[in-house]
């Protein structure tokens, strides 16, 4: 299986989200960023090896738009197969002119977990922020042509939005990708509590449109997810960890080490924290390699000894 390399730009974010851990995918929070040489030559090394996707996120990644758009710059260049750009929108408008460079690279993966503004406050926790600058980001980007894809959390506020969600995005003729609640090896304080299954909405789903196929990340990384047929040739997937419809994970040797083994995720990707440090999964506790400052040799075999463990990857 040859992974994805995921980049964490920052732990910061404008958002403060009941269903992400404390400073995101980053899940702790970084005294310094990584050198951002180290990162381009990374990138480079990733593709000599085989790795087609790559994906920035964070935090919000917009946070930091002059290193994104030089690590963007990078990965075009060195001829990835999928570039992927997560962002909660919120500043999307802000930063367009300089994206649309990247338009015909990059998949924005946008969050929109509801259309209630009421609800949307109790998601993102900041009772002083608005919707609209989301919505007008996600109209901003279609516009310019981007490719879009929203991206819909479900949990218990915004459960019964989620049909209002995939009306939405076929009005809008977007793609759209609903993933139940993931738990971050126990960093999502509140998970009990605003944890949803999604097994009936599925369901609903399979009445209500035609089934495509049952896919996996490029790859055929991940966890299998569902494929619906929406109108304008558009599709909606949907990621299911738990439940009736969770099916099975790619693990690799060292999964047995982690405490969270088996977790809901499996291993599907390299990522790299925003302080530099590479690991073979975001979840496990030891240290993994730290790239910033490192020689180019040293990246070389920092990524090769990393990407090993994903040489025999197993079913469960």
Wanted: positive net charge; aromatic residues 10%; proline residues 3%.
């Amino acid at each position: 299986m040859i992974p994805s390399l995921g980049i964490i730009l920052t732990d910061k974010c404008n958002f403060n989200c009941v269903y992400c851990p404390p400073y995101g995918e980053n899940i702790v929070r970084s005294k310094s960023l990584c050198n951002l040489q180290s990162l381009q030559y990374l990138i480079e090394v990733a593709t000599k090896y085989g790795v087609q996707v790559i994906r920035f996120t964070g935090g919000e990644p917009l946070l930091q738009p002059e290193r994104l758009e030089l690590l963007l710059h990078k990965a075009c260049i060195c001829g990835f197969k999928k570039i992927l750009l997560n962002t909660n929108g919120y500043t999307l408008i802000k930063n367009i002119d300089w994206l649309k460079k990247y338009k015909e690279s990059v998949l924005l993966k946008i969050s929109l977990d509801t259309l209630d503004c009421g609800i949307f406050n109790k998601i993102v926790r900041k009772p002083n922020l608005m919707l609209e600058p989301v919505l007008n980001g996600i109209d901003a980007a279609s516009s310019e042509g981007f490719n879009i894809e929203i991206n819909s959390v479900a949990n218990k506020y915004n459960y019964y939005d989620l049909n209002n969600i995939v009306q939405y995005c076929e009005n809008k003729n977007l793609n759209l990708k609903i993933l139940d609640l993931f738990d971050f090896g126990g960093k999502v304080i509140n998970y009990k509590e605003i944890y949803v299954n999604i097994d009936s909405f599925i369901v609903e789903m399979q009445r209500k449109y035609k089934k495509m196929s049952s896919e996996r990340l490029p790859g055929q990384r991940g966890i299998e997810m569902k494929k619906f047929q929406l109108t304008h040739n558009r599709h909606l997937l949907i990621v299911c960890h738990k439940g009736e419809f969770s099916s099975s994970k790619y693990y690799t040797s060292n999964c047995n080490e982690c405490e969270n083994f088996p977790c809901d995720t499996g291993k599907f990707q390299i990522p790299v924290r925003a302080d530099g440090l590479m690991k073979t999964c975001r979840l496990l506790k030891y240290d993994g390699i730290n790239i910033s400052d490192l020689s180019e040799d040293k990246i070389n075999e920092a990524f090769l000894k990393i990407l090993k463990e994903f040489e025999q990857p197993k079913i469960i």
